[in-house]
């Protein structure tokens, strides 16, 4: 008889970053709109534009045209300028959640960003050594400081 159903562990995986930003909490909270949304790209750069509906239970999915796309979560809390909290499955096709948080803290002359990526379900290898989706995080966050500084310099002028 063929077996039908496998025995498997759930995984976990906790993605941790903190980053001081020197831009008005404003500014950085609306750059991680931009760079969650419209301005997405994968790590070399190409653009993966994504749609973030910045109100609670607002969808952020990938729009493919054609009724094609992915769904990767929900809006599960925001409070701008201080908090953005996604909760779903993201870019994996397993039985997986995830829940991202991105909190904002005035600080000093700038903004102190606190990220953190949870997930468990039944993780694919290479989410589950945290190596590529951190890359795919630090690659985020390292747009949100670049574009949001350099919009702050603007904005000081």
């Known amino acids: 008889m063929p077996k039908t159903a496998v025995e498997e562990a759930m995984q976990t995986v906790e993605i941790l970053r903190e980053e001081f930003i020197e831009a008005p909490i404003d500014v950085v909270f609306e750059t991680v709109l931009e760079q969650m949304g419209p301005l997405n790209e ?4 190409e653009p993966m534009p994504l749609t973030l509906e910045p109100w609670p239970g607002g969808r952020w999915f990938r729009d493919l045209g054609d009724n094609a796309g992915h769904f990767w979560g929900h809006v599960q809390a925001i409070k701008p300028p201080e908090l953005l909290e996604i909760c779903g499955p993201l870019f994996m096709s397993t039985p ?13 002359t700038g903004t102190r960003l606190r990220f953190c990526h949870r997930a468990a379900g039944w993780l694919p290898e290479d989410v589950r050594d945290g ?6 995080w630090a690659n985020i966050l390292n747009r949100v400081r670049e574009h949001a500084e350099g919009k702050g310099r603007k904005e000081s002028k």
């Open 131 to 136: 190596l590529n989706v951190g890359k795919g």
């Open 42 to 45: 994968k790590p070399d750069g």
């Open 96 to 108: 997986a959640v995830s829940n991202v948080q991105y909190r904002l803290k005035n600080e000093g």
